[in-house]
């Protein structure tokens, strides 16, 4: 595999969390990008790591084999086989690792072992035209980073949250207001139609970089159990605590990027992972950027919650790198 190449074949899985996930990318081009999503977990209120791992093993060959076809390619013409090796579920991550990892085998192909979180930043070389260096904030269900990108592999962690990830933030508080999960998206819808000055819940003043949600979410828990009859007054303000919540969550997230951004004089700024589906912060990120003349990148929805695009995208740079991962390289379900 070291002779130069014309054309790079690379069928990419993710199977982190509750999405089971097949693309396949030609020369940086995505020509399939399919994502089936467990819906078992709803009924539980949050992903049953046991269940998501058996949901994999269901999908995934129909998964593969859809995208194959949508891609007009069959497993002979593929160059190399990616997968997410973590962070994520670690029963989840083993369906799609091992998968891989037989395909390779069976194809005599390397394997390429991807970083979930460096995948979701990814997804901004998809559809845009990438600029560097610039500073991307990852929301995900899991995770609340800055990065400062430097180049399409030179990642470089700022900061985290010291609890909760925002979307963690969102789901719980959904819980706490009796919707299903995940919460993040129906919390948005509800927050449209909502007064965000109705309640003022506590932003969390930390250190630069820094994010924690843990008090906010004890701050909602304990003014529901004020109210006379939590359960009607829900109810009857569902709309203007959901908006007063989102904005709670989506204020530090903005103060912090604009903060990373003058700081390394960065021009150029990034939102990526499933909270950047998030109506308030897709317009605050926006009107940051018009305030400072900053470029934005805000992703597509399809590219924003876990796919498998994203994926392909890493391997992509990866494989131009002949940046291979060996067959015994295991998953890892943590970062640190
Ligand atoms: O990146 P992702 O698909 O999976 C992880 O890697 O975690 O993110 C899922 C998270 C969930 O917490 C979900 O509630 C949240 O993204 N989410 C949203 C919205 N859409 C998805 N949160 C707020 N507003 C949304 N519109
Ligand atoms: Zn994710």
């Not at 950047?276 to 934005?296: C, D, F, I, P, Y």
Request: hydrophobic share 45%.
């Amino acid at each position: 595999m070291t002779e130069k190449q014309d054309t790079i074949n690379i069928l990419a899985i993710e199977s982190s969390c509750d999405d089971t996930a097949a693309a396949v990318i030609q020369n940086g081009k995505i020509l399939a990008n399919i994502v089936s999503s467990q819906l078992i977990h709803q009924q539980y209120g949050g992903v049953i790591p046991e269940l998501a791992g058996r949901a994999h093993q269901q999908n995934i060959v129909k998964v593969v084999a859809k995208a194959l076809e949508k891609a007009e390619m069959s497993t002979d013409q593929l160059h190399a086989v990616a997968y997410t090796q973590g962070p994520g579920l670690m029963g989840s991550l083993l369906v799609g690792s091992q998968f891989a990892k037989g395909l390779c085998l069976a194809l005599n192909r390397p394997s390429i072992g991807v970083n979930h979180l460096e995948a979701h930043v990814a997804a901004h070389y998809i559809e845009q035209q990438q600029r560097f260096p610039m500073i991307c904030l990852l929301v995900s269900g899991g995770h609340t980073q800055l990065i400062l990108v430097k180049s399409e592999l030179d990642m470089t962690v700022l900061g985290s949250t010291l609890d909760d990830a925002a979307g963690e933030a969102f789901d719980k508080t959904a819980k706490l207001l009796n919707l299903p999960y995940p919460g993040g998206p129906l919390i948005d819808q509800y927050a449209e139609l909502g007064n965000d000055k109705a309640f003022e819940f506590p932003v969390a003043k930390l250190e630069d970089y820094q994010f924690s949600y843990s008090g906010l979410k004890t701050a909602l828990l304990y003014f529901l159990q004020k109210q006379t009859d939590p359960s009607a007054f829900i109810e009857n303000h569902l709309n203007d605590i959901c908006a007063s919540m989102r904005k709670a969550i989506v204020k530090p997230l903005i103060q912090q990027l604009e903060k990373a951004a003058l700081a390394h004089n960065v021009q150029t700024i990034a939102i990526a992972g499933g909270v950047s589906a998030n109506a308030l912060l897709r317009r605050s990120v926006k009107a940051l950027g018009e305030k400072h003349q900053w470029r934005t990148l805000i992703p597509a929805f399809e590219y924003c919650t876990d796919n498998a695009a994203m994926i392909a995208m890493v391997a992509h740079y990866k494989f131009l790198n002949q940046d291979f991962t060996p067959l015994n390289a295991l998953p890892f379900s943590r970062m640190d």
